[in-house]
């Protein structure tokens, strides 16, 4: 199976910040790597697909890069409702595997 | 709007089968584009893929390694849903479980989530 690696596991931003998450793949995923968010009680929400592509809908603070094996999520200028936990997904190959989380918390 | 509605008990003894049904509005169980999964998450796991059905001119189902042995999904046409059964399950199953539509290799919809405790 793909390891996924996520740093930092938490981070404690202001409102305005910019915030950039990164993650790790044990192998090659090429640009197959997606982006989650999830709120407390709620099932993830799809931010960024395909490494770079923004999800219909999401706002565009939010932007996604990488390829190969090293993948960052950035968040231009952190908004109230952003304080989440984000998940990155591989889907390059069976089974497709998820990080382990990265908590952004309010300072 | 495609929309997943989950059903099951939220309690389930040790040993015993746990089912979910997942009921899919806006969308086909046999479409030919969709795959149809099973997410749980605990905080010992975090998010782990059980297992999924998709139809491709005829059924296929893949299952995760770590449950292949107890793990049984199944697509139900007559009601558009697909169901999760997970045998002899133990106090480690207990998570929240999600339902979840996935197209060209994301996550695009997700059931409201389950959290089903096993009872020892």
């Known amino acids: 199976d793909i390891q996924m690696t996520q740093s930092p596991s938490s981070l404690s931003v202001s409102v305005g910040d910019r915030v950039a998450i990164t993650c790790r793949a044990s192998?090659?995923?090429?640009?197959?790597l997606n982006w989650y968010q999830q709120k407390a009680g709620k099932a993830p929400k799809l931010l960024i697909y395909a490494a770079s592509s923004l999800q219909s809908g999401v706002p565009s603070r939010f932007s996604g890069s990488g390829s190969g094996t090293d993948f960052t999520l950035t968040i231009s200028s952190l908004q109230p409702e952003d304080f989440a936990t984000y998940y990155c997904q591989q889907s390059y190959s069976t089974p497709w595997t998820f990080g382990q989380g990265t908590k952004v918390e309010i300072k | 709007q495609v929309q997943l509605q989950q059903s099951g008990p939220g309690l389930v003894k040790a040993s015993q089968t746990l089912s979910l049904t997942c009921a899919i509005s806006?969308?086909?169980?046999?479409?030919?584009?969709?795959?149809w999964n099973w997410i749980r998450q605990s905080p010992s796991r975090g998010l782990e893929w059980l297992g999924r059905?998709?139809?491709?001119?005829?059924?296929?189902?893949d299952y995760a390694v770590s449950v292949k042995s107890r793990i049984t999904i199944n697509p139900d046409t007559s009601k558009n849903q697909f169901s999760l059964q997970l045998n002899s399950v133990t106090p480690e199953d207990t998570a929240v479980y999600y339902c979840a539509r996935a197209k060209s290799g994301s996550y695009l919809d997700w059931g409201q989530g389950t959290l089903v405790t096993v009872s020892s």
């Open positions: 806006g969308d086909s169980v046999s479409s030919n584009s969709a795959v």
């Open positions: 192998q090659s995923v090429s640009t197959y």
């Open positions: 059905t998709y139809y491709r001119s005829k059924w296929y189902n």
